[in-house]
């Protein structure tokens, strides 16, 4: 029951919010009021008009993180977003996977493959990026632009980037 109210909830911010500018104080105060039904926040989550936000319950963030527009986050397993992290517009993060029935992808068993996915402090995930189920970004790295990002990486401050991701150059 409460995984409906924060689908519900989740809902209303979006809908009561969308028509507000993208300026910091209003950015804060979307980010506080999806904090409230999250696992774990901190302060100053900025979040932008147009995010979709899905699985509350799952979604532990932690200091100064800016969502970017048309950003996608479905928390059906853990998702958790170290300090100061940038995600620009366009990144779909999904901690969760559709399971096959019969040859088929639309009625499966009912069950998701669920996972998790850790973005490290400092991280900066470019636009129109991906993130799937069972994946790590370490801290003080990039995700370049148009990435998709499937498995778990742990050497920090190096680029990531490219379908699937790979590690591009290490500072």
């Not at 519900?8 to 104080?25: G, M, N």
């Not at 995010?51 to 509350?56: D, P, Q």
């Not at 993130?131 to 778990?152: D, E, H, Q, T």
Request: charged share 15%.
């Amino acid at each position: 029951m409460r995984n409906k109210f924060l689908l519900l909830y989740a809902w209303s911010i979006r809908t009561v919010l969308f028509f507000f500018p993208d300026i910091p104080i209003l950015m804060r105060f979307r980010g506080f009021m999806y904090a409230l039904g999250m696992k774990s926040c901190g302060i100053d989550f900025q979040v932008t008009h147009d995010v979709v936000i899905r699985g509350l319950q799952n979604i532990n963030a932690g200091n100064n993180i800016f969502v970017g527009n048309h950003c996608v986050i479905m928390g059906s397993g853990e998702i958790f977003i170290g300090n100061e992290v940038l995600i620009a517009p366009h990144v779909v993060i999904i901690s969760g996977n559709h399971t096959k029935f019969k040859n088929s992808y639309r009625y499966g068993n009912g069950k998701p493959n669920i996972g998790t996915i850790s973005i490290g402090e400092g991280g900066w995930i470019c636009s129109n990026c991906t993130i799937s189920m069972n994946s790590s970004l370490p801290s003080g790295s990039v995700l370049s632009a148009n990435s998709f990002l499937n498995k778990k990486f742990e050497i920090t401050n190096a680029v990531y980037g490219g379908v699937p991701a790979k590690m591009i150059k290490h500072d």
